[in-house]
T-cell receptor, first 114, second 117 residues
Framework: AQSVAQPEDQVNVAEGNPLTVKCTYSVSGNPYLFWYVQYPNRGLQFLLKYITGDNLVKGSYGFEAEFNKSQTSFHLKKPSALVSDSALYFCAVRDLYNFNKFYFGSGTKLNVKP | GAVVSQHPSWVICKSGTSVKIECRSLDFQATTMFWYRQFPKQSLMLMATSNEGSKATYEQGVEKDKFLINHASLTLSTLTVTSAHPEDSSFYIC?????????????FGPGTRLTVL
């Protein structure tokens, strides 16, 4: 079975500092991994995905994520956080056999303070 | 592009009544739409997959007679919560997938907050 885990309920960072939101995965084969962001009372917005290829994936709004097979991780990163980055972030993995089915992590609330 | 809308954005209803939530793909055709449920401080749980012109596929543990899904056109799917009870109160989110590449991510609607009194 596929699953992702987000070990931190909340991450606090000062504006201008680098941020990392952690995600680890458990997949029996090659994982298809995604990051989404959710603003209050809004749906999820796609940030980036890893399917294959370069381990460093660049996405929207200056975010990037690094796929690490040995550590089974897919951490979301940004070199310099903005207050507007404050939101709820979800890591997700797609089912290997049913491409329509996603398994989401529990979410990490990112607080960026000015 | 790839905008998904939901209506209403929030609804309050009395216990025992039915509520219909609409999900529309505004600028693309979605052969497949998905309905998720999100509890406070928890992740999204897939409820069902809605395919245009055919019956929805429900996830294990989701009552298909309680959560009626209709995908009548390539741009519209509806979720009807029948005989709603307070435990049905939740944030319901739909998403849609464009046809073509199987690697496409899903595009999510803004969600509908249902409160059952």
């Amino acid at each position: 079975a596929q699953s992702v885990a987000q070990p931190e309920d909340q991450v606090n960072v000062a504006e201008g500092n680098p941020l990392t939101v952690k995600c680890t995965y458990s997949v029996s084969g090659n994982p298809y991994l995604f990051w989404y962001v959710q603003y209050p009372n809004r749906g999820l917005q796609f940030l980036l995905k890893y399917i294959t290829g370069d381990n460093l994936v660049k996405g929207s709004y200056g975010f990037e994520a690094e796929f690490n097979k040995s550590q089974t991780s897919f951490h979301l990163k940004k070199p310099s956080a903005l207050v507007s980055d404050s939101a709820l972030y979800f890591c997700a993995v797609r089912d290997l056999y049913n491409f329509n089915k996603f398994y989401f992590g529990s979410g990490t609330k990112l607080n960026v303070k000015p | 592009g790839a905008v998904v809308s939901q209506h209403p954005s929030w609804v309050i209803c009395k216990s025992g009544t039915s509520v219909k939530i609409e999900c529309r793909s505004l600028d693309f055709q979605a052969t497949t739409m998905f309905w998720y449920r999100q509890f406070p401080k928890q992740s999204l749980m897939l409820m069902a997959t809605s395919n245009e012109g055919s019956k929805a596929t429900y996830e294990q543990g989701v009552e298909k007679d309680k959560f009626l899904i209709n995908h009548a056109s390539l741009t519209l799917s509806t979720l009807t919560v029948t005989s709603a009870h307070p435990e049905d109160s939740s944030f319901y989110i739909c998403s849609a997938r464009t046809s073509g590449s199987s690697y496409n991510e899903q595009f999510f609607g803004p969600g509908t907050r249902l409160t059952v009194l």
